[in-house]
Structure formats: C-alpha cells, structure tokens
C-alpha cells in the first residue's frame, strides 16, 4: 500500500471499479489521503490503461508492447484484485467486498451496475458511492457513451479554448476526468462525514452523482450569467483577455514562451521599469487599464518585441527583480530540474514492482508539518487475489482455486 496509509483517512476503505482515469482518480486521491485503494480489474484484460502508451520495456515480457508509463502513474497506490461482474459468481464475491468497505468509484455507462446487481440498491446503504459518467446518471443524455473530450466539449469548455480565427483546441490534458475525480473525491468526503461525524449523523452513505460536463460547466467564470444577463455569448480569446492588457505568452529569443500578466496599473509600472521603458508609463495611449484593453494590439506588440529579443531566462529575472507577475511555460524537462519544485518535493520516486523507479507528480495538497506520502506502485493485475479475497472477504484457497478455474478471478 501507499506509504499515506497512516493519513488522515487511515483505516477508509475505498473499492475502485472505475477504468480509465476519472473515477480512479478518485479513488487514488482519497489513497494518497491515507484509505486503502482496491482496485477491481476484469481478469485477464484489467484496465485500460494498461493498454495506453507511452511503454517502456516489461523485463518480465521482453517480446510484448511494453509497460505504459500512463498506467505506472495513474495505478499507482491500491491493491489490485480481478473480479468478473459478468457473472453471477464474481457479482457475489463484489458485494462481499463492498460489505467491507466505505466508499466505491465507478465509472460505468448509467445502468450498468445496476445490470450487474451491483448497483446502490444492492450494496450496503452505509456505502458511498461516487458514480461518474459524462452526462451523469438521469436525463435523456445519460445513456450516451463518451470520454473526456465530451465533457469540455458539452461543458462549453472547449469552445472557449484557444484562438477566435481557429478551431477550437482541446486543453493539452484530460481536463474533465482529472477534475470531475477532484469534485467527486470532495464530494465523498462531504457523505462521509455527513454519514460519521456531522452534528447530526446519519449511518448512512450516499449516491454521488459526478459527471464530466458538470465539472467543467462549474469552472466557467462568468459565461452563463453574462449570457443569462447581457446575451453575451462568449467566444474564444487567445491568450490574451479582452478587457486586460498587456498579458500573453510572449516569444522569446530562445524559442520559448514567458507568460507575463501585467494588466494592473501598478504592475504595468513595474513591467515598463523592467523593459527599461519608463516613459511608457506616462504615456497617454496606455495611461489607464481600459486605454491598455482598447490598444491590446499595441501594447502587447511593444512588450512582444522586447520579449523577442532576449532569452527566456533573462526576461524572467528582470521581471522577477522589478515584481512583475511572469512564468515561463515549462516543459517535463523543466519541471524535473527545477530547484523550487525539488525543494517543496512536488516531484516523487514511485518504486514500481515491474520497472522500478519512476518519477512522477508528489500527492497534490499536502499537510502542513507531516510526512509527504509516497505512494507504492501499481498493481500487477491480480496481485492481491488473496490477501483480499480470503484475508478479507473470507474465501478459503479451495474457493479461490475454484473461481480462478472458473475465469470468476
């Protein structure tokens, strides 16, 4: 198990069913809080994110595909057990192991678990059970299948990204999976301490119904109620913002990009004093922030050229020494050898069982004065049959010998 088995949720036991990233997600941000993960896997397949490169070589399988570095990072911190829910057999070794546990992640198509007789009216009503879809589990869009680019773009996300003269650009990751598991992972805590530990405890769990288009539909600013107010319908920008100027990705002389935000009077200032160009700050054009907005062109053109004409580094120090807001945009490589993110231990060596160390991102928030949990590696699909399904649940080898002859495990 992950080494935050002594955190805060020490002693939650969650079940993750889901497959792919949103509701393991989850599952793994509630682990690295301290729960154990069990991960239920459909013997012989597993998940799909085995399936999903970049691969590196299996020195266990040296003619196979390889071992994804999605998986290595995304499987990381649970046991892992196979279990078909096909099947009336593994239907009944999974309501077992519900039985033990508090909370279980699933990101089935609506309906599905309830096919399986493994649906929340089949569990134990103590249990929380976070159900993630991409149109959520009501409604005439529940049934539809879809993945995460549904979600930003149903959401009205992946409308607003990227530049008003091009097709709309997907964000560079799986945004609504990632942030659906955020929401949904919250949410959980919120049942279980209604269930536990609120001023008026119920004993029992919840149905948390998160779905992707949600997760993205309640991180767009103003859009519904500028529409729902003034008709306006909001339309991609770039990387600048209509009414804030200046404020872009800037070129720079050695091929990169410095993110500068200097839309304020005072760090416009500030930014004006580290281009060395003082007497743009009295001048008239750009004496307001709505003058900057007007003239955004203008503006961001003179800071462009500036940008343009030295290296990335240099632009960031000189900004950085006259307090204007600046990032470079960091690749992998920059990440891994930045001194900030190695001294506040953003970065952590994974020691996974098939390819050794890996490193990867560090459990995201963490607490102050405690330990940073390292997780453990992902599972080998099947690894913890029986630990789990005789330790826990209570089979004796002879039925879990059984099952296994009969693909149940």
Known sequence: MAASAGGPLAGLRVIDV????AAPFCAGLLGEMGAEVIKVEQPGEGDFMREIG?????????????????????GRGRKGVT????????Q?????????????????????????????????????????????????????????????GYGGLLHLTGYPDRPPVRVGVTVSDYLTGVFASQAAL????????????????????AYLYGSVLRILEWT?????????????EGNRLANSAPLDNYPTADGRFVCIVAGSDANYRRLCRAMGREDLIDDPRFARLADRASRSD????????????????EIEARCIEHDVPVATAYTAADIAADPHMAERGDLVTVMDSTIGPVRQQAPFPRFVGEPLPVPAGPPKLGEHNDEVWCGLV??????LAAHRAAGVV
Not at 224 to 236: C, F, K, Q, S, T
Not at 299 to 309: D, E, F, H, K, L
């Open 18 to 21: 889901g497959t792919r990233i």
């Open 92 to 152: 009944e070794l999974f309501r077992r192991l519900c039985a033990t546990a508090d909370v279980v992640c699933e990101n089935f198509r609506p309906g599905t678990m309830e096919k399986w007789h493994v649906g929340p009216a089949d569990l134990d009503p103590r249990l929380v059970m976070v159900r993630i879809s991409v149109f959520g589990q009501s409604g005439p869009n529940s049934p539809r299948p879809g993945l995460d680019r549904l979600g930003i």
């Open 190 to 209: 919120a049942a279980l301490y209604r269930r536990d530990a609120g001023p008026r405890a119920t004993g029992t769990g919840a149905v948390v119904d």
């Open 394 to 399: 209570g089979l004796t080898p002879d039925e």
């Open 54 to 74: 970049p691969f590196v070589p299996d020195p266990a399988d040296p003619d196979g595909r390889g071992y994804s570095l999605f998986w290595a990072v995304e």
């Open 224 to 236: 519904i109620a500028g529409y729902d107010r003034l008709g306006i319908v909001r339309e991609r």
């Open 298 to 313: 203008e503006i961001n053109g003179i800071v462009a050229a500036w940008t343009g004409s030295l290296p990335s580094a």
């Open 83 to 90: 279990c078909n829910l096909r099947v009336p057999e593994g």
